[in-house]
């Protein structure tokens, strides 16, 4: 990490070893590790490379301390990738006019917002584990399933126009917007958006 040979580094001051140390929430840390025999543990930004993270464990030893240090930045790219997808869906439901379905690789319905059921006109729990492509209109079956099909073949998204079936029997023209939801080893399903069209 620091780009040096160990035979340099043994009998260096810390300080001088770490560029950025001083500066660090670490050093202070450290400081009330050989002063009081406090451990520390957490994440902070790296001393050493730019926007990069470190996992940080100091502990006491019976003479001065020890420092543990990980590189935690891919982790931490990972929750910062969670939060976006979040306040994506955030932002979604605040604006009220795009309706979405979290479906499985069978199709069914695991979880679907508010607009998606109410233009449906049924609760979101009534089309849990119903296949998406029940909810559309006879003739635009086909389509959805081939579209789903191509987005788990090539991982690439799809956008289809389709027809919902409302629960009283009429047909609502949309755009359904389809993108596979991967997970380490396999498909996780997919995200339906659905935004109604205007003719």
Same mark, same amino acid.
């Given at each position: ?33 050989? $002063? ?15 926007? &990069?993270?470190?996992?940080? $464990? ?12 990980? $590189? ?13 997808? &979040? ?29 998606? +059921? ?7 729990? +009534? ?12 003739? &635009? ?21 389709? &027809? ?36």
């Amino acid at each position: 990490m620091l780009d040096a040979p160990a035979a340099k580094l043994v009998g260096a001051h810390l300080a001088a070893t770490v560029p950025g140390l001083k500066d660090s929430l670490v050093f202070h840390h450290l400081i009330r590790m050989i $002063d009081h025999r406090e451990r520390f543990s957490g994440e902070v930004p790296d001393m050493l490379r730019p926007r &990069q993270w470190l996992r940080v $464990d100091l502990v006491p030893a019976p003479i001065g301390g020890a420092i543990v240090l990980r $590189d935690v930045s891919e982790a931490m790219a990972e929750f910062a990738t969670g939060d976006a997808r &979040q306040a994506m869906l955030s932002a979604l439901e605040a604006d009220g006019g795009i309706g979405h379905a979290r479906i499985s690789v069978r199709e069914t319905v695991e979880a679907a917002n508010d607009m998606l +059921a109410g233009l449906l006109g049924v609760e979101a729990a +009534a089309i849990r584990r119903v296949r998406f492509s029940a909810l559309l209109a006879v003739g &635009q079956r086909s389509a959805f399933v081939e579209a789903l099909e191509s987005v788990f073949r090539s991982g690439e998204p799809a956008r289809v126009a389709s &027809q919902l079936v409302t629960r009283e029997g009429s047909a609502v023209d949309v755009t359904l917007s389809i993108a596979e939801v991967r997970g380490p080893y396999a498909s996780d399903g997919a995200v339906v958006l659905v935004t109604r069209r205007t003719n």
